[in-house]
């Protein structure tokens, strides 16, 4: 695995951690940490290829060009990806919107369900999502 493959699956892990300790305290902020999770568990895949990107809408995009709709992860998997999106937005930019513990929850769970899918596909050996 090269040193980008590793940052990446790293901060990735640490999100996941990190989202889910805030849940309860800071919802917006463990949705947000949940969606770069996702995020840089993404994009440690595509660095395998050499792909980066320079947007978060062109990792979506890309997820779901080159991941979904070639069949490497379900469509499902894809969703959940785009909600972590949403939620993010509502919690880092939605003004008066917050996202609820709940919601903040789900959130976590959805990241973990991409990071697992990325590691099913993954070219190389990636280290368990929770340590």
């Not at 840089?40 to 809408?57: C, I, N, Q, R, W």
């Not at 979904?68 to 919690?91: C, M, Q």
Request: one cysteine or more; glycine letters at 8%.
């Amino acid at each position: 695995m090269n040193e980008e493959v590793a940052d990446l699956w790293t901060r990735a892990r640490r999100a996941l951690q990190t989202g889910e300790s805030l849940i309860e305290s800071d919802p917006d902020a463990a949705a947000s940490r949940a969606c770069y999770a996702a995020f840089y568990g993404v994009s440690a895949l595509f660095a395998f290829e050499g792909k980066t990107f320079g947007k978060h809408s062109a990792v979506e995009s890309a997820v779901h060009r080159d991941l979904v709709r070639v069949g490497k992860i379900t469509p499902e998997v894809g969703g959940a990806y785009s909600a972590l999106v949403d939620l993010r937005n509502t919690g880092d930019y939605g003004g008066k919107a917050h996202v609820g513990s709940e919601a903040a929850h789900e959130a976590v769970k959805k990241a973990r369900v991409v990071l697992n899918a990325v590691r099913q596909v993954s070219p190389e050996p990636l280290p368990p999502v929770d340590v």
